[in-house]
């Protein structure tokens, strides 16, 4: 899961560097990212599917199996659309591990014991996605960007090794004929928003590939979202939506998603506008959000209990927000210690806020339907993001790349909003539950 993370951010810094050594144009680059989240959106609508039918631990192997080899496949690639290739088989393999990964965990603690995951769950889904822009430049820099890849091979083939002997299998199993009409709407539909949304951008929403790919897309979501309300048993649970908590809790992770991954998008392309720092200064500019958020995982586990989701996650999301809009004002940007103030800021309060909502959000959901839920929540919060990204894009092509951050502060602003549907309280321990 820290690989797939990571890999999110990591080839950011050296699209530069991939389009030189292709002799492509960095727009033309640009779909090495966009494969790999168009890819990772196809497959995590049958993620919980997979991992219920065939068993979390199978599902989770193999695909960590196929990610580690498309990863030497990156590394080896001879030309761009070789690379793409291996980026998009890359990206399927990711769409199973975090949702799958995160349901492992998930079963494997109940509802008052996942407090105490924090200090685990903070590293895969908020720190590496940090960690990957510096990671990045460095071996881009240092070595060659054809490491950004190799370095998950020996990583990969422990980790299988490891899971292998040390994870437990649960097949939860289901009588259910699968919803072959909910996966040929929704999985389309996830793939065409997911390329306009890396392209648009760049190439204009008038493109007629983007137009297409938005119109058709927009047309299948609605017919997907129509479809799995009314069949007996859908790919995408949408009903588990109208829990209070839940629901709540993963528009939360669409919103906050899209100012976080907008931030990490924008904000080196701004400290490099205004310094003229290289890819690797750029990268580092946001390192000390990764030292805030080991520290938001140490206050969540011990505020968490004392204060509840809610008062713990709306005043979170609010100085978080003042925060994004401090990285956007004239100045900040160019002032190194200012940066790296405001980044460790941003980890320190929006991890807590993150970690938060991940963790009140399941509170509710029974075991049987935690593979659904958690698939359903990161394709939520992996769409979220790109909107991010896609959204960062156009208005710093519109305005400036100011005005794209104070975009995200507005995101997270909104947030606050939803947060106030969050309990109180947090989960019961056996000894403190009723009779």
Partial sequence: MCMNGLDSTIVNPALFTIARDFGQPVSAANTVETAFLVALALTLPVAGRLGDRYGTKRVFLGA???????????????????????????GLAGGLLTPVGMTLLFRAFPPHERVKLSKVL?????????LGPP????????LSWHWLFFVNVPVGAAAVALGAAGLREHVEGTDAAFDRTGFWLVTPALGLLTYALGFGPTRGWADPPVAVATVLGAALLMAAVAHQLRAPAPLLRLGLLSDRVYGAA?????????????VLFVF????????GASALDAGLSVFPEALGL?????????????????????????????????????????????????????????????LTIQIAGFEGVSPADTGHAMGLFQIVRTVGGALGIALCAAVAHASSFRAAIATTAALLALSAFPATRLPTTTPATPQESPA
Avoid at 122 to 130: D, E, F, N, R, S
Avoid at 135 to 142: N, S
Avoid at 268 to 275: G, R
Wanted: hydrophobic share 65%.
């Fill in 294 to 354: 080991m520290l938001a995982s140490q206050a969540v586990d011990r505020l968490l209990p004392r204060l509840g989701p809610r008062l713990l996650t709306v005043p979170a999301l609010a100085l978080a927000a003042a925060v994004f809009a401090a990285l956007a004002l004239p100045g900040v940007a160019e002032n190194v210690w200012a940066v790296r103030a405001l980044m460790f800021a941003i980890g320190l309060v929006l991890g807590t806020a993150v």
């Fill in 250 to 262: 993963t528009v939360l992770a669409a919103l906050t998603g899209a100012g976080l991954m907008g």
């Fill in 135 to 142: 990671l990045g430049g460095f071996l881009t820099a240092h």
């Fill in 64 to 90: 960590l199996a196929v990610f580690t080899a498309a990863s030497a496949a990156c590394g080896l690639a001879w030309d761009l659309p070789s690379l793409v290739v291996a980026r998009g088989v890359q």
């Fill in 268 to 275: 080196p392309l701004l400290y490099q506008a205004a310094l």
């Fill in 122 to 130: 903070i590293v895969p889904t908020a720190l590496m996605p940090a």
